[in-house]
T-cell receptor
């Protein structure tokens, strides 16, 4: 158990809908990262937050957004969903950000299925 | 940007044999190289990592070697066991943004 929690575990929805994925980092970790894992794309970095502020962006679509709250939990919002958004979405957390590389610990993931 | 290649994509070994997975990276400024194990239905789990100021690191049956000149690093698993069967991912980073390899599916046959 990494200490990172994600909810829900599974999510099934229809095209065009909007969903919210939730992540709680390990106790004491200030950074949260979101990744998308699909069969043909591997693990793709989406976005990073550090202590409530956006720190880095990866291959995140404009239809997707995220935020980190004062209690350090994070939410990833996916809107106007398409079939191709079906994937595993992972959250990871680490203690620090930016100045040096820190180990990232992954949560169990949310499996999103868009029908 | 950084690009990480990983080989082989699948690997089958007999229980007790060794397994080696190799990764190459493109950005010479990358300085942190973790390896993750992902079992079916679970998130990636860190199994070992190495930083650029070290050439080799061991943890029981697992070792990682790094060749900065050639820009490649390898995962070595000795005395493999059935519970080692999983998908293994390497990653390279020079800050906090990891770039992952495509993964290697390791099967340990009893």
């Amino acid at each position: 158990d990494s200490g990172v929690t994600q909810t829900p575990k599974h999510l099934i929805t229809a095209t065009g809908q909007r969903v919210t994925l939730r992540c709680s980092p390990r106790s004491g970790d200030l950074s949260v990262y979101w990744y998308q894992q699909s069969l043909d794309q591997g693990l793709q970095f989406l976005i990073q937050y550090y202590n409530g502020e956006e720190r880095a962006k990866g291959n995140i679509l404009e239809r997707f957004s995220a935020q980190q709250f004062p209690d350090l939990h994070s939410e990833l919002n996916l809107s106007s969903l398409e079939l191709g958004d079906s994937a595993l979405y992972f959250c990871a957390s680490s203690a620090r950000s930016g100045k040096s590389t820190d180990t990232q610990y992954f949560g169990p993931g949310t499996r999103l299925t868009v029908l | 940007g950084e690009n990480v290649e990983q080989h082989p994509s699948t690997l089958s070994v007999q229980e007790g044999d060794s397994a080696v997975i190799k990764c190459t990276y493109s950005d010479s400024a990358s300085n942190y190289f973790p390896w993750y194990k992902q079992e079916l239905g679970k998130g990636p789990q860190l199994i070992i990592d190495i930083r650029s100021n070290v050439g080799e690191k061991k943890d029981q049956r697992i070792a990682v070697t790094l060749n900065k000149t050639a820009k490649h690093f390898s995962l070595h698993i000795t005395e493999t066991q059935p519970e080692d069967s999983a998908v293994y991912f390497c990653a390279a980073s020079r800050g906090q943004n990891f770039v992952f390899g495509p993964g290697t599916r390791l099967s340990v046959l009893p």
